[in-house]
C-alpha cells in the first residue's frame, strides 16, 4: 500500500460517500486510477464495507454500558457458543475478547436502564460459561470514532 492508496483510505474514512470524482480531485489522480484503486483496496478486504455513523440520542439509545464478562470455562466449545451468541446481540454493539481480569468486554447501547436491566436478564444471563458480570456506565463521550492512523 502506498501513500495515495492511504490518502484514498483516509479521505474515504472521513466520508463514505465522496463521488469518484471527488475522492480523485482530493488524492491528486485522474477518476479511471482513483477507482480502480478503491476496488483493488475492497477486493483486497482493506476497505470492507460502508456505513452511516447514526446519533444515538437521536434515536434514542441515550445509555452506552461497557460490559465485563469473566468465564468460568475456556473450552472450544464454550467460547464459540459465548461468541456466537455475542455476535446475535443487537444491543451489543462492540465485543472485545480481552486480557487481563475479564475475559470479554462488551459495549451496549440502550434507551433506559429499564432496558439495560432486560438485556442482562434476558440477553447475558443466558451467555454460557459466565462467572462474573461488572459494569460501567459512560456518562460522555470525550472522543467519537475516528479514522485509523494509517501512518
Given at each position: 500500500m502506498d501513500s495515495?492508496?492511504?490518502?484514498?483510505l483516509w479521505e474515504l474514512q472521513l466520508n463514505g460517500r465522496l463521488s469518484n470524482q471527488e475522492?480523485?480531485?482530493?488524492?491528486?489522480l485522474s477518476p479511471s486510477p482513483c477507482l480502480r484503486r478503491v476496488?483493488?483496496?475492497e477486493e483486497t478486504g482493506v476497505i470492507s464495507g460502508y456505513a452511516a455513523r447514526v446519533n444515538a440520542?437521536?434515536?434514542?439509545?441515550?445509555v452506552t454500558a461497557l460490559v465485563r464478562i469473566t468465564m468460568n470455562s475456556?473450552?472450544?466449545?464454550v467460547v464459540t457458543a459465548l461468541e456466537n451468541q455475542i455476535r446475535e446481540v443487537p444491543r451489543i454493539v462492540e465485543a472485545?475478547?480481552?486480557s487481563g481480569g475479564a475475559d470479554y468486554l462488551l459495549k451496549v447501547m440502550v434507551k433506559d436502564l429499564a432496558e439495560f436491566?432486560?438485556?442482562i436478564r434476558d440477553d447475558v444471563r443466558t451467555l454460557p460459561g459466565i462467572a462474573s458480570i461488572e459494569t460501567s456506565f459512560a456518562f460522555g463521550m470525550t472522543k467519537s470514532p475516528t479514522p485509523l492512523p494509517l501512518d
Amino acid at each position: 500500500m502506498d501513500s495515495i492508496d492511504k490518502q484514498i483510505l483516509w479521505e474515504l474514512q472521513l466520508n463514505g460517500r465522496l463521488s469518484n470524482q471527488e475522492l480523485a480531485d482530493r488524492v491528486g489522480l485522474s477518476p479511471s486510477p482513483c477507482l480502480r484503486r478503491v476496488r483493488y483496496l475492497e477486493e483486497t478486504g482493506v476497505i470492507s464495507g460502508y456505513a452511516a455513523r447514526v446519533n444515538a440520542s437521536a434515536v434514542g439509545l441515550s445509555v452506552t454500558a461497557l460490559v465485563r464478562i469473566t468465564m468460568n470455562s475456556h473450552s472450544a466449545e464454550v467460547v464459540t457458543a459465548l461468541e456466537n451468541q455475542i455476535r446475535e446481540v443487537p444491543r451489543i454493539v462492540e465485543a472485545y475478547l480481552m486480557s487481563g481480569g475479564a475475559d470479554y468486554l462488551l459495549k451496549v447501547m440502550v434507551k433506559d436502564l429499564a432496558e439495560f436491566e432486560e438485556f442482562i436478564r434476558d440477553d447475558v444471563r443466558t451467555l454460557p460459561g459466565i462467572a462474573s458480570i461488572e459494569t460501567s456506565f459512560a456518562f460522555g463521550m470525550t472522543k467519537s470514532p475516528t479514522p485509523l492512523p494509517l501512518d
